[in-house]
């Protein structure tokens, strides 16, 4: 199976992608990660991309068309993915649909719902573990210490991308260069169109069916 989430920032895609990746045993392929860990490596695309991430803007579409190339190309995509923030433009769902080629039959859309003015709420009380990648929310899913992450101890932070300014132009990039994607896949349609408001098991429900 390969699915593609299509949210707007703090919709729930990482939180719903990992627990789908776990119960459909394929990979969670987030390019926000992937971004945050060249940042944290300090690689020549982590250099590139942290001014363009730290702003809220989007990083360029042949750098990210290039990582997604060779990510599914690695032997464990070969039975599914879950993409979360790709395509992110109508001209990455462009080169992504020549590079899934004939399998697009296996080929799932899910656009998670959740109105800005919640979202503005779960991105200023998320926090997450730059080490092992879990993510809370001070309020709906706290870690049992305050700033500890639960399962490696390390010190929880809030995402540098996470203040008011870059989040306006977050949400910004995404009604102005993202929605088109949800009409492109709409058009073939391929695209699910999921409530993300309530609890994090009933939005998960929501999926699964939606998968069906
Ligand atoms: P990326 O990491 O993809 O960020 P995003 O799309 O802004 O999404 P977020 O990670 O902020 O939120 P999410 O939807 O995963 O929500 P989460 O599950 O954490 O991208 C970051 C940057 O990288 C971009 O701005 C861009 O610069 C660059 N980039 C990445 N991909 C790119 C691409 N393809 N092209 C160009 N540039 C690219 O949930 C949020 C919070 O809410 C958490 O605290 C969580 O615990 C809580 N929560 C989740 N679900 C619920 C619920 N149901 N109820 C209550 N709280 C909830």
């Known amino acids: ?34 971004l945050r860990e060249a940042v944290a490596e300090g690689t020549e695309l982590g250099r590139q991309a942290a001014p363009i991430m730290a702003s809220g803007g989007l990083v360029s579409d042949d750098l990210m068309i290039g990582i997604i190339k060779d990510r599914l190309a690695k032997p464990d995509a070969q039975k599914g993915f879950i993409l979360d923030g790709f395509p992110r433009t109508v ?45 809370y929310h001070l309020e709906n899913n706290p870690p049992a210490s305050d700033s500890v992450c639960d399962r490696c101890g390390t010190e929880l932070t809030a995402r540098p991308d996470d203040n008011e300014e870059a989040m306006r132009k977050r949400l910004e990039a995404f009604h102005r260069q993202t929605l088109p994607v949800a009409t492109f896949y709409k058009a073939k349609s391929l695209l699910r169109e999921v409530d993300g408001m309530g609890p994090v098991d009933e939005v998960f429900e929501r999926i699964e069916k939606s998968l069906q």
């Open 1 to 34: 199976m390969q699915i593609i989430f299509i949210g707007p920032p703090g919709s729930g895609k990482g939180t719903q992608a990992k627990r789908l990746a776990d119960s459909h045993a394929i990979p969670h392929i987030s390019t926000g990660d992937m």
């Open 91 to 135: 001209i990455q769902a462009e080169k992504l649909d020549n590079l899934v080629g004939n399998a697009k039959e296996n080929l799932r859309v899910l656009q998670l719902l959740v109105p800005d003015e919640v979202i503005v709420r779960r991105v200023a009380l998320r926090r997450s573990c730059s080490n092992c990648g879990a993510v």
